[in-house]
């Protein structure tokens, strides 16, 4: 099939809305304003994740289909017990558009700023019963770490697991 | 010297040119001045052209080649010579030469069939001649495979097969690669006949094959998936180019589910909805499509526009001002003369607001007055810099400046408030004292208290303002710029005008010089004129009325009004009255329509002449009720009785011939002239199924109706982010959730 050219670009206050489209589009959970006002915050805090003590730094990242936005990944740093952690809070690729390698793209690209920096894990939540995402992941190198119940409250199967991906230390922990 | 011999006579001001020429020496020009001299010496064989004298230009051009900086618009000069002195053969190799470096240049391609003899003003060609034209393409394009133009001319004049195959071939890779313009590009030929049925074929041909296995049709490598995105985006398009609007919005929005985060899809959805009549969904659309690129000004003035066609006016201005500078918004918005003041205008009139509407039209007139008066720098500036033909084609334009459209619309707008003003004219002060009187004492103290209160309120926020903004320039610049503030903001004064139709007649004249072949400017000057009880001008109107266009309802209704109101008249008195009497009988015979005929026989033979058509059988009503009142349930007979014929097209599904503008007049006819209220909810009730879209007839698909159409485009989140659940224990996913079947944009 013809490869039409595919990019990644950072959100932008200008195209919130499209992010917004797509969520819409692609989960079953609405996320409310301040979602994406934060979004905002922290979009243009863009270039380097640098680690900062205390404040939470997020991460948007949109994708790009032959200068369509077809999928986008969020993430965000976390803190715990000394080490920092990264949290997928969504990651999607319009439905035609799947099977790309859109998704892997997105996935790679934090994956890849993660190894430059201090990260020791990066871990996210999946619905049970959603097979195609488990296995996408399972390719990377994730596990089921957890199982919690009752995680949703009004979708189901309203339980979800933790995948999580442990990273090697670029350098060792002070 | 040699531009103001120019007007006079081109050949003196070459002679001019020559004399100042022999006074140069040979290795004139410097360095620094080439250009200039180059100008004026293509500027020297320009007029050489138009004298007539085309041997000398040309040999004037070869002469001074070397020193003619600028190549291309000498390219451009040779070759228009050498065609009007038909060597053909020269100009032909010119044009290819000229085709290599720019293959994309309209003109050169019609220059190059000139040159074959195979060019038609109309594109009107023999089958000999497509052969021909198609060969020459068809090596053409062999030769720049690169160029969009040497495949898109042959679409115009190719037929039947050859034309379904170059089209195909045509459309596909601009599928495939996700092009928006696609439609507007192919939509000229939907004015040939029999290509719109071709092209409806091919399309949801290609849109089947998409669907069923994911390639074009005789095709097995697989399309990207933009692909059916775009195409159903083309489908929805070519509906509603074809005016089934239904069909168009589910192609739409099966698109905008298929990929909604394409802006494109959502403009388009909202000109659909536009045309179907539906104006404040539209412009809810539109603003839609605007937020989700707020750094594009082109799609911010699309929303404006349509939000000012819905009559949303407040809320437009608010939305243009976005991409204005911070401060001094209104009148930064003003000085980009974008002419945004048209459309504002046009609403206020809608709306009935006739002193805004009137504020707004002249502004565009300052506008033209602007820049009418900005050529006064150019004089001394093109002079020094020897731009000369530029320069000569600037005062042409400023010549014809006021025949261009947007004054056209303004003054006919302005206009038209004036005849409004004119026929209800507004409370003068007086009349408004006596209403006063009228009331109670203690109503009289509560409207005075009111209105000293309105006042107050009025001057404390001028003043404000006038604070505000004098602060403002005094820290910006250090020095006092006063702007005026506006004194007259909703253009109250403007509507206590003493002679409407005076100011009225300022505009016409303006109309009637620079547009006379306008129906529309003879239109104003005749419904003027007769207020003006001005004869032999409003008889002037109906003569110039029948020369442009004798069988159009509007003519007719002028010619039938005119005589009628002249044969109601008074006999002659004075001499003045005589003369004009006389003129009018000399000048009747020699209108056809009238030659034998009453004014009644006259509107019954119009109307068997186009029995057919609605606006037609609408005008013959009016006239109708016009010369015989009490005939008024005929009039509307005629109208209510009027076919709207199925038009069916082979295969396509039948399209009605009517149109939404034609019948929302028709039953403001129906209101406001014949005045028969059932007759026009009965109308209204037959164009709302005709037209399920719009909201002035209240069709049942319209967003008066359903409210839920309405709903879908508003975000219903409101759902709380979903956090880590360590950090927060309560599960933060409240509010409504939806799964994912009911997701739909």
Known sequence: MKQLSTSLEGVRDKNIMQL?????ALFPVRYNDKYYADALASARLEAVLVIDDEKLKKRFTEAYYSDICVGAIACRLEKKDGAVRVYIMTLGVLAPYRGLGIGTM?????????????????????????????????????????????????????????????????QPKK | MALCTRIFSAS???????????????????ENERCEHSEMLLYKVSLLEECGLLEKALEELHKKETKIVDKLAYKEQEVSLLVKLNRLEEAAKLYRALLYMNPDNYRYYEGLQRCAGLYSEKGQYSSDEIQRLDALYQSLQQEYTWSSAAKRIPLDFLQGERFQAAVDNYIRPLLTKGVPSLFSDLSPLYDQPGKADILEKLILELEDSLKKTGCFPGRTVKEPPSTLMWTLFLVAQHYDRRSQYGTALAKIDEAISHTPTVIDLYSVKSRILKHAGDLTAAAAL?????????????????????MLQADQVSLAEKTAVLFTKDGDQHNNLYDMQCMYELASGESYFRQGELGKALKKFLAVEKHYADITEDQFDFHSYCLRKMTLRTYVEMLKFQDRLHSHSYFCKAAAGAIRCYLKLFDSPPKSATEKDEEMSKLLPSQKKKMRQKQRKAEARAKKEAESKNEEISASNVSKSGKRHVKAVDPDPHGEKLLQVEDPLMEATKYLKLLQKHSPDSLETHFLSFEVNMRKQKILLAFQAVKNLMRLDAENPLSHRCLIRFFNKVSSMPAPVSDAERLVWSVLEAERPAISQLHQKSLTDANISFLREHENSLMHRVAVAEMLYLLEPNKKSEAVKLIEDSPNNMVSIKG???????????CIAVHEVLENVLIDKEAASRWKARCAECFPYS????????????????????????NGASNHPELNNSIALNGKLETFKDLKI
């Not at chain 1, 990260?119 to 770490?145: C, D, P, R, W």
């Not at chain 2, 070459?14 to 140069?24: D, P, R, S, V, W």
Request: charged share 25%; glycine share 2%; with cysteine.
């Open chain 1, 106 to 170: 997105l996935l790679n690209h934090v994956l890849d700023l993660c190894s430059t920096q201090n990260i020791s894990e990066i871990y996210l939540h999946v619905q049970t019963n959603n097979e195609e995402a488990i296995n996408f992941y399972k390719k990377f190198g994730f596990e089921i770490t957890e199982t919690i119940k009752n995680y949703y409250t009004n979708i189901t199967p309203p339980d979800c697991y933790v995948l999580t991906k442990y990273l090697a230390q670029a």
């Open chain 2, 12 to 30: 003196k001001a070459i002679e001019i040119l020559e004399a100042y020429e022999g006074t140069l020496d040979d290795d004139y020009p410097p």
């Open chain 2, 286 to 306: 539109a603003d839609e499509a605007r937020c989700m690129d707020l750094a594009d000004r082109y799609i911010n003035s699309e929303c404006v526009k349509r």
């Open chain 2, 695 to 718: 909201r002035y007839f209240e069709g049942i698909r319209s967003s008066v109706v359903s409210k839920a159409y309405l709903n879908n485009l508003i975000d219903n989140s409101e």
């Open chain 2, 652 to 662: 396509a599904p039948p399209v009605q011939l009517w149109k939404l503008e034609d």
């Open chain 1, 20 to 24: 917004k489209k797509l969520n819409i």
